[in-house]
């Protein structure tokens, strides 16, 4: 060893107080500590409402067009290729959604995602669509949530608990409020009606209500168009003529904001299906310049009634009103005068001498109007014939009350069930025959059903008409007594003033009803011919024209081999439209298959949707049913079934509920409340990009400080076991051991 070199000895002795230091200092325990830092992004939420209130067009951005506040929302975050959500996105991460009741995250490229929102919802829930989003981002570091609304807000709790419940989550509310919140201006149609089926040539009445709301009292122009066809896309559609040549219009100035009531007149002037647009003239400044308008459809018949017309003695209405049906050209009238002998030669356009035995026979007329008429004159089987032809062919029955048959003879035949009255005896009075001499007369008081139809409509303008029936309209002296409207059927068209019936209500004058597929009707009065009195036959002519024309209306509409219908014109958005195909012609019914396929077509006849009528337990009618997911006019086309079967076309429309347009006005009052109370601001549409831009950002640096005891890490073995080694294996080299 003694041999060996100094510096040799030197480097030993070094690594061997390397290892005892290791040694010393392992036994100290040392702790290696490692500082690091991890960062926590800001996040920012945008809320963009996306109810039916934000299609309001009251946003101008730029030039003197107005904008939907949807669009003008869309527009400020897409425009110059969405530079503001761009800008955002480089300091915040963005999350964002849409809401109406509740919030529902975006997902996809925001630019085309936010082009694609559509003002459809229902309700506007503010607080409780940020009470969502808030928790969806819970936990993490929430810069704030921007809320793009006009506020009009439908909570379903109190304001302060929905506050409370915002505030605690200790998030800024920047709410950017958008629209006016000054009243706004709109002119609504609320309603249409109108009878589903007219005459050619007849004065057809179509009542609609109008609403005006907002400031301005500008009268309004309420004028009737026809639809525009299938090769006038883009077109109003032409204005409906009345036969002056003159627009069929009103014009009517609003009073408050109460409902008006229009009436229009027009005559159609040829037959088939009319689909008719009442509109009321948009005015600038509208909040929804898409409910000035509603379709209603109308089935145009022809003119021509064919009548049979049976009497059992020649009474005074016997005689005028055969007369008058023989003058009128639209009513081709074959009477019949039971009481009349072998050798009388029976009256009317086409004479006959007995009445029909068979059903062939019988649908050979659309009306059967009976007098007062011995039922000992006909068969069991004639009196079954006249039941099967109202009831299954829906042709029409009318009754004319007399003082010796009408209507009592009829208890317990086959014509009782037709008749829309029963006839009960009254106490003191014998079927109509006053006890005393009738020396005053009465008008018959007409009901509010009796003014809605058109069987009291004399003139035109209804003011006058009402004149007419209540101080001019000849009196009448007799009617049938015991007489009640049958209960569920009958409905009461017109009554006496004063006296009472057997029920204890006002006796019925006129009563009208349905039997199976027919109508019917009850006159208790037999001196009609007395309204001829001062008015020519101008009066005693219109009300039996459209008396009859009333009776044939079901029977002419039998004559179409099938028809389409909806449970409503109107439905509102998400509820179930229902539509109803009834085959009217036995024939044609055993050619069907068990489903018919029908079209939902667009207002520029694009194909929306196909689905499937359904045959019903094996009767004629057909039903399809499905949600009324989308909004507007529509047209329901069910294309032709069979050879000489044209297609039906039905109008639909499909409406939001109106209460979030009910007053759309921005409600700044609860936007400011909801900023303040949670240390946000209340940022203004126009301009408001530089101060979203300002939000500061949340982002924050977490250290993370790591230790690890040094005895314990695997590089201190390492270095223990390469000291002693060395040292080892120097000796053993050097022969120093």
Known sequence: REGRGRKLRIALACIRMLLIGLVIALLNRPVVSLTQSRTEPSVLAILIDDSLSMRVKDIKLSGDERQPRLGAVTTLLTRDSAKLLSDLAKVHQLRIYRFNSDAVAIAGTPGESLAQLEPLGQKTQVAISLRTVLRELQGQRVAGAI?????????????????EDVKDFGVPIYAVPVGSDQPLRNIEVQQVSAQDSVFVKDITNIKTTIRVTGPGDAPVVVRLRHKPGPGETGSAGKLVLDQAGRPVEKIVTPKGEEPLEVELQFAPAETGTLDLIVEAERQPGEIDPDDNSREVQIAVLDAQINVLYVDGYPRWDYRYLKNEMIRDKTVNISCLLTSADATFRQEGDKPITRFPETLEEMLEYDVLLMGDVDPREFSDAQLQLVADFVSLRGGGFGMVAGPQYAPHAWRGSAIEPILPIDATRSQGTDWGVSASTIAEGFRPAVTREGGESSLFRF????????RFLKQTWQPIFWYARGVIAKPGVGEVMAEHPSEVGPDGRRAPILVTGRYGAGRTSFLAIDDSWRWRYYTGEAIFDTYWVQQLRFLARSRKLGQRK??????????????QVRLIARVIDPQLLTQLPEQIRVQLMSGDRQLLKQEQLVRQDGGDTYLASFPADWVGRFTAVLQSVAPGIPDLTLPIEVAVPRLELSSPQVDRVSLARFASETGGQVIELVGAEQRLLAIPSAERKVPLITSQPLWAAPIALVLFILLITAEWVARKLFGMV
């Open 147 to 163: 809320v793009f609304t006009d506020g009009r807000d439908m909570p379903q709790q109190s304001i302060a608990q929905a506050m």
């Open 459 to 466: 003139f035109a303008d209804r003011e006058e008409n009402d």
């Open 562 to 575: 099938m028809s389409l219908a909806s449970q409503k014109p109107i439905y509102d958005l998400g509820q």
